[in-house]
């Protein structure tokens, strides 16, 4: 029984050893395999290899192939055999590359993205690489291929054909090489945008000192720089023919490469920002104090998710499925947070359009109040009475605003009524000795006001008092208007004026014996201009008294 086992197990040995991998061009998955297998050290045939090319002669051919798997293993790409297609009658739906014009062949593209000019086409029952592959391999390899350090073996065999366990010396003497001079470059680089910068400085801030949006910039170069240096280290790499280690350098490459694309980003993100809060000082740059870190932190969060996105198609995720799962993505969290979103845009149209600052006076709506913060969700406005509005921004972005933080100026208009047996003289003074108390107050503008004789009202003759307070703050119009009414008060108590209130007049002049009240007014030209003189006078001692009293009250 055991013999028959053991002469058993032998025949399935020596069945298994004598089986032999053949060309199969029936798949773009088996042609690719027959390429690729025919030419490892192990397994060596070229001339199988070669037969993925039609129309050319044998050894032609098999330069071909060979030139092919260097330019493969030059870019660092690594074939996926589990996602090439094994379908005989494949056809290609995606966007031609060179074109950009969708096609439906039987064609297939092995790397799309890095090498669109080489792909399979299906020869009558057989795949192969086509005729504008095979014509665009010269090209491309002297491109990728821009140095020849292979010269130096042929040049001096017997030093640069030394190998150390299996690795040619001069590869790695080379690599080290080109280090230094990525090294050099960086200093260099830095060296010279230093020089800029500062030649900058001086034209825009007149400073030779990092200070101003100058100093943010610093921080943009620095990942520009190592972009730089990775870009040229893509290009030189290939011509080491370092075969299947380029595609764990690109790799790490392209993973560097994103990560300083998204500093890069991120930190020329905080020079605009900071480039813009230069160019718009203002007194209150409160508002743009609370926003900028906000949109910044938004924006980082969509570039840091731009990075991810790109991160995952470098480890093999096709961009079709990334995109889709980022659009899904993107609309269920838009219809799960309508709200957020909707007040997360109404915050970038207050950042843009600055309707307000800290501190204004508004009113959006029924809500009239001050603006004390604004947030990534709602603004907050304080009212008269101390109690607090919470907006959304979404709805601030849509309301009328009336920004009376915005006015120059505060108007204030009144109407003084005074009796109607009140003498035209009388009338005349009283409304020139209050155009004088306005140019004399601190707290008017004396260039735009206006005090007329407006009308005659229902028991009372009508005075339009308008004027502009320059001080825009609520409290001190309030003390500020306390002023006037009260120089105005005593004008009229030393001109003899009486303010009217609502009346009716009942004549009893033609009743036997009974006479009408008789107010005894002077109207003597001199005494009016003497009344006006000592109130004017008295309205400018007290405005001295009470800005004395006021600094005092501040130094201690």
Not at 146 to 163: A, G, M, N
């Amino acid at each position: 029984m055991k013999k028959y086992l053991i002469l058993l197990l032998l025949t399935t040995f020596f069945g298994f050893a004598q089986q032999q991998v053949q060309p199969n061009l029936e798949t773009p998955n088996s042609a690719l395999y027959t390429h690729m297998y025919f030419l490892q050290p192990d397994s060596y045939q070229p001339e199988k290899a070669a037969l993925l090319i039609q129309n050319k002669g044998k050894s032609e051919a098999i330069d071909l192939v060979i030139r092919i798997k260097k330019i493969y293993d030059g870019k660092g790409i690594l074939l996926n055999f589990s996602k090439i297609p094994t379908d005989p009658n494949y056809t290609d739906t995606i966007k031609d590359p060179l074109s950009g014009f969708v096609k439906i062949e039987k064609k297939y593209y092995p790397a799309p993205k890095e090498l669109p000019q080489i792909y399979l086409i299906k020869y009558g029952n057989k795949w192969g690489y086509s005729g504008e592959s095979v014509e665009a391999i010269d090209e491309l390899y002297h491109q990728i291929f821009k140095y020849d350090f292979t010269y130096l073996e042929r040049r001096f065999p017997q030093i640069f054909s030394k190998t150390f366990k299996g690795v040619v010396l001069w590869k790695p003497i080379v690599l080290l090489f080109i280090i230094g001079i990525c090294i050099i470059i960086y200093y260099l680089l830095r060296f010279l945008l230093n020089l800029l910068f500062r030649a900058i400085n001086r034209l825009i801030i007149k400073s030779n000192t990092d200070v101003g949006p100058i100093s943010e910039i610093r921080k943009v170069t620095r990942p520009l720089i190592f972009i730089i240096i990775i870009e040229y280290l893509k290009r030189i790499l290939p011509s080491l023919q370092l075969l299947r280690l380029n595609t764990g350098l690109f790799l790490m490459l392209n993973i560097a490469e994103t990560v300083f694309w998204v500093f890069f980003a991120i930190n020329l993100l905080r020079f605009v920002i900071a480039y813009y809060n230069y160019l718009n000082i203002k007194p209150d740059t409160r508002l743009q104090e609370q926003l900028s870190p906000i949109i910044i932190k938004v924006l980082n969060s969509f570039i840091i998710f731009i990075g991810f996105l790109h991160l995952l198609t470098l480890f093999g995720v096709e961009p079709t499925t990334v995109l889709a799962g980022a659009s899904i993505g993107g609309i269920a969290v838009a219809f799960a947070a309508q709200d957020s979103v909707k007040n997360l845009i109404g915050t970038f149209v207050i950042f843009l359009d600055k309707p307000f600052h800290i501190g204004d006076w508004v009113e959006m709506g029924s809500v009239v109040g001050t603006v004390e913060k604004v947030g990534l969700r709602s603004t907050i406005v304080r009212a008269a009475d101390t109690s607090v509005f919470q907006i959304p921004n979404s709805k601030v972005a849509e309301v009328e605003i009336n920004n009376k933080g915005l006015r120059i100026f505060r108007r204030y208009q009144t109407e003084l009524g005074i009796r109607y047996d009140t003498p035209p003289e009388l009338v005349q003074g009283f409304v020139h000795g209050i155009r004088e108390i306005v140019k004399a107050h601190p707290d008017t503008r004396d260039e735009s006001y206006n005090v007329e004789f407006t009308g005659f009202g229902d028991s009372a003759l009508l005075i339009l008092v308008n004027v502009y307070f320059k001080d825009l703050d609520w409290g001190v119009e309030q003390s500020s208007k306390h002023r006037l009414h009260m120089a105005i008060v005593k004008l009229a108590k030393a001109l003899g004026v009486e303010f009217a209130f609502p009346s009716s007049t009942v004549i009893i002049e033609q009743f036997p014996e009974k006479k009408g009240a008789d107010l005894k007014y002077n109207t003597n030209q001199k005494v009016i201009e003497t009344a006006i003189e000592d109130s004017l006078h008295e309205f400018k001692n007290s405005i001295k008294l009470e800005d004395g009293s006021m600094k005092s009250d501040t130094q201690g």
